[in-house]
């Protein structure tokens, strides 16, 4: 045997190969398309909905009922689209085999006071959730997860499919099984990216990772296969993103790091791909996204922005975590500096404990303000019930936030719409999209460090009472503008989702 009998032998098994999971593959997903048809009837039936055409939009979600931030954006998501397109019916895939639909329904009005009509809302329950959880795979989570998710569609192909698939949760890797059994379009929210920056770096800095290495020490071998490792799941990440025909994102952030997965390639990567999938899992017919669009979760801002923007007593709020990355030292620290030349001040912080980590790092922050010697004017309140951190937000004139890149900050939102003049943290979501000018004019203060603090703080006490209301008007309208539902509503129209609907109905 020479090389080319090798050749041609190596070429026929792939041929055959190719060709036979191409057959299967079309003919699994024809069936599923049969049946499809009588599935959507069924659905349909049952929500007395068949006398009209209709399209259904399909949600994937399968954590629905956890009441998060990220359950807040599909169900406003859906509220909308009942409101304004009547021949959508919304279909939710669901994990949440304990719950029923009516009771999904009433604690989204309970958690969010959002109505949704269950006449154009359907679930479709999905038994195999256990396949996405963590502790399904204590190794290899991001692969054996992104893997089970797959499957996870998979169950959802078959007993749904809708006109267009949308998943709300980041799991991006459904995309492959979507597009290849169902053939629809697929649009996806990504609140954040699976694979961290940490990892994008380390396959950035990858030729240095290469040369830096001891050739043969194991050390250097196990790194060298955790580093595949990333570089292929990065590969496929976006390659599955790719796969979207329109992508929205909730921040600057995330914004700035799908765009840079989306311009991820990997030549090396992409051919040994090819070679062994031939032509599946390539992106979609409907196009792909080359960039994602900003749509900023919807807050609820409808109670806090009533508070009175007059009248605030001289008092500096923070609402945070007491997690060490939210760097409350920084808060004391800065408070001490202020009171070196202001008097009659207090810091309130108001934060959760969510463990006895949490409740040492309380007794530091305690110890910290009594070396300092500002314990009289510093006030802790652990674990408040809502109702208090309403008071203190109805009633303080400052609102401190000290973390370094916070992805978001709802709690910055929330100083802004509840009247408060905001001094942020200069990075992250604070920086880049919360305490941003309104018509050329500040919103508030931004700093990062003990003295930049301190002098920030200072210089937002002694704004003139005309100046100081207006800055608090500024902040309390741009936040309840720009995070409104109705905000949100227009940039998720913006995403032009409903042109790749397909006009063909029943
Ligand atoms: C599912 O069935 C409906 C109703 O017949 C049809 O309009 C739709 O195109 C089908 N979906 C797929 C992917 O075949
Ligand atoms: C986006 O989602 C991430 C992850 O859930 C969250 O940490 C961040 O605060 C969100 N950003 C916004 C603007 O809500
Ligand atoms: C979004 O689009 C729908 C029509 O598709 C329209 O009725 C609705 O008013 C739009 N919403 C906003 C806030 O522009």
Not at 128 to 157: C, H, N
Not at 349 to 360: E, F, K, T, Y
Not at 427 to 439: A, H, M, T, Y
Request: glycine share 6%; charged share 20%.
């Amino acid at each position: 045997m020479n090389i080319v009998h090798i050749f041609f032998i190596l070429l026929s098994i792939w041929v055959i190969w190719a060709a036979s999971v191409s057959i299967i593959l079309r003919n699994y997903s024809s069936n599923l398309r049969k049946t499809n048809r009588t599935r959507r009837t069924d659905l349909l039936r049952k929500l007395g909905r068949d006398s009209k055409p209709q399209q259904l939009v399909g949600f994937f979600h399968p954590y629905c009922n956890a009441g998060g931030g990220g359950e807040r954006v599909l169900w406003t998501a859906i509220a909308a689209l009942q409101r304004t397109e009547p021949n959508i019916v919304s279909v939710v895939y669901s994990g949440d085999t304990d719950a029923t639909k009516d009771e999904i329904i009433s604690k989204v009005k309970a958690r969010f006071d959002i109505t949704l009509d269950p006449k154009s809302l359907d679930f479709v329950f999905l038994t195999s959730r256990k396949v996405i959880e963590d502790s399904t795979w204590p190794y290899f989570t991001l692969l054996g997860q992104s893997v089970g998710s797959m499957y996870l569609a998979w169950e959802a192909m078959s007993k749904l499919i809708p006109d267009l698939y949308i998943d709300t949760m980041g799991y991006a890797f459904t995309f492959h099984v979507v597009s290849l059994l169902a053939g629809i379009p697929i649009g996806a929210y990504v609140h954040y990216p699976t694979i961290s920056t940490n990892m994008l770096n380390r396959i950035k800095s990858r030729k240095r990772w290469h040369t830096n290495s001891d050739v043969i020490s194991s050390s250097a071998f196990l790194s060298q296969g955790k580093l595949l490792y990333y570089r292929i799941f990065m590969y496929y990440y976006s390659l599955s993103l790719r796969s979207a025909a329109f992508i929205m994102v909730n921040s600057s952030w995330t914004q700035n790091h799908i765009n840079g997965i989306l311009q991820h390639s990997d030549f090396l990567l992409d051919m040994s791909h090819r070679l062994v999938f031939a032509r599946f899992l390539l992106s979609s017919k409907y196009g792909s996204a080359t960039s994602a669009q900003i749509v900023y979760p919807p807050c609820d801002t409808r109670e806090i922005s009533q508070f009175p923007l007059t009248g605030r007593e001289r008092v500096i709020l923070s609402l945070a975590q007491f997690r060490p990355e939210k760097d409350h030292p920084t808060q004391l620290r800065a408070f001490h500096k202020l009171l070196q030349v202001r008097s009659q001040l207090k810091l309130v912080l108001i934060g959760g404990s969510r463990n006895s980590d949490d409740d040492a790092r309380v007794n530091n922050l305690r110890s910290l303000s009594k070396e300092l010697g500002i314990e009289n004017n510093v006030e802790f309140i652990v674990n408040a019930p809502y109702p208090t951190m309403l008071n203190w937000l109805s009633r303080a004139s400052i609102g401190l936030h000290t973390m370094l890149d916070e992805h978001f900050g709802i709690n910055v939102v929330e100083f802004m719409a509840a009247g408060l003049i905001p001094v942020a943290h200069k990075s992250g979501g604070p920086l880049q999209d919360i305490v941003v000018p309104f018509n050329g004019q500040p919103t508030g203060y931004h700093a990062d460090s003990v003295e930049t603090f301190a002098e920030a703080l200072q210089t937002a006490l002694s704004l003139s009472d005309a100046e100081d209301l207006a800055m608090r008007q500024r902040a309390r309208t741009w936040a309840v503008q720009r995070f409104s539902e109705e905000e949100f509503e227009k940039s998720w129209n913006a995403s032009r989702w409903k042109s790749f609907l397909p006009s063909s109905e029943i």
